[in-house]
C-alpha cells in the first residue's frame, strides 16, 4: 500500500470510478425506455393493421387474397429458419430383475 495516499484522495479516485459507472447506468437506462416505447409503438402498430385486416376481410376480400399480394395475416409470422426439434427426455429404465 503506497504511503501517498489520502483519505480525501482515495475517495475522489472512488467516486471518479463509480461516476463512469453511473454514467453506464444512465446511459442504459435511457436505452431502457426507448425499448418501452418502442414495444409500446409495435403493439399498436400491430392492433392498428389487424383492425385494418379485418376492415379489408369485411369489404370483400379473402385471406387468400391478401397473401397473394404479399400481405401476412396478423398475429402470424412471416416464414423463416425452422427451429430445431426438441429432443425427446431421455429417461433410465430400472435394472429387471431376473
Known amino acids: 500500500m503506497s504511503s501517498d495516499i489520502t483519505p480525501e484522495g482515495a475517495a475522489a479516485a472512488a467516486r471518479d470510478l463509480l461516476n463512469d459507472r453511473i454514467a453506464i447506468i444512465e446511459k442504459l437506462a435511457g436505452s431502457s425506455a426507448q425499448l418501452a416505447q418502442a414495444q409500446e409503438a409495435l403493439s399498436s402498430a400491430e392492433r ?11 369489404a370483400g376480400w379473402s385471406v387468400a387474397e391478401l397473401r397473394k ?3 401476412v395475416e396478423p398475429g402470424r409470422k412471416r416464414p423463416g429458419r425452422p427451429r430445431k426439434a426438441a429432443k425427446p427426455p431421455t429417461t433410465t429404465r430400472p435394472p429387471e430383475a431376473n
Open 69 to 71: 399480394v404479399g400481405l
Open 48 to 58: 392498428n393493421y389487424a383492425s385494418q385486416w379485418s376492415d379489408a376481410e369485411r
